[in-house]
T-cell receptor, first 113, second 109 residues
Framework: KAGVTQTPRYLIKTRGQQVTLSCSPISGHRSVSWYQQTPGQGLQFLFEYFSETQRNKGNFPGRFSGRQFSNSRSEMNVSTLELGDSALYLC????????????FGPGTRLTVL | QQPVQSPQAVILREGEDAVINCSSSKALYSVHWYRQKHGEAPVFLMILLKGGEQKGHEKISASFNEKKQQSSLYLTASQLSYSGTYFCGTGGNDYKLSFGAGTTVTVRA
């Protein structure tokens, strides 16, 4: 079974721009969760999508948004980038049943200059 | 709410043991443990469900005390490959995992 894939792996943007990150879950998984990881902060939950619906949301500003398509692939968008948005963005897929194992993708390293 | 992990970091020699603790202020339904090596994605180790279940993965085991809302990860006879940052993720019944800040484990020869 193929694992979770994320594209692109690296991105460099400047302040004020917007960015879209993509995540393809493991085949058969209907849930995709997004996390922001910065040094010393661990994994901060952004949001979770299940069957095209946002089921949970973390405490991030509205500049962070996402969506999920009918094939379970998910995208995350960050508008009006700030320097503090520089981070590793990880997505994780699972069946969507609780409790369930989440399998992480390799992440997208975003650098905002 | 983010669970609290302790210690923040631990240095071991090969063959030594260590315990990593994870505690939450809210009622837990499940605890998930992951290990992340530098530059890589977190890798799933094990999941524990409420009920005081204990699980093992090679020489790594964990326990879950739902009354105390705590979980502990036990690294036994550590190997060099155990180096990395260990995260606990705590789950309620809301399909969301909250992760701790991580515990960095360094195993030296």
């Amino acid at each position: 079974k193929a694992g979770v894939t994320q594209t692109p792996r690296y991105l460099i943007k400047t302040r004020g721009q917007q960015v879209t990150l993509s995540c393809s879950p493991i085949s058969g998984h209907r849930s995709v969760s997004w996390y922001q990881q910065t040094p010393g902060q661990g994994l901060q939950f952004l949001f979770e999508y299940f069957s095209e619906t946002q089921r949970n949301k973390g405490n991030f500003p509205g500049r962070f948004s996402g969506r999920q398509f009918s094939n379970s692939r998910s995208e995350m968008n960050v508008s009006t980038l700030e320097l503090g948005d520089s981070a590793l963005y990880l997505c994780a897929s699972s069946t969507g049943l609780t409790p369930d194992t989440q399998y992480f993708g390799p992440g997208t390293r975003l650098t905002v200059l | 709410q983010q669970p609290v992990q302790s210690p923040q970091a631990v240095i071991l020699r090969e063959g030594e043991d260590a315990v990593i603790n994870c505690s939450s202020s809210k009622a837990l339904y499940s605890v998930h443990w992951y290990r992340q090596k530098h530059g890589e994605a977190p890798v799933f180790l094990m999941i524990l469900l409420k009920g005081g279940e204990q699980k093992g993965h090679e020489k790594i085991s964990a326990s879950f005390n739902e009354k105390k809302q705590q979980s502990s990860l036990y690294l036994t006879a550590s190997q060099l490959s155990y180096s990395g940052t260990y995260f606990c993720g705590t789950g309620g019944n809301d399909y969301k995992l909250s992760f701790g800040a991580g515990t960095t484990v360094t195993v030296r020869a």
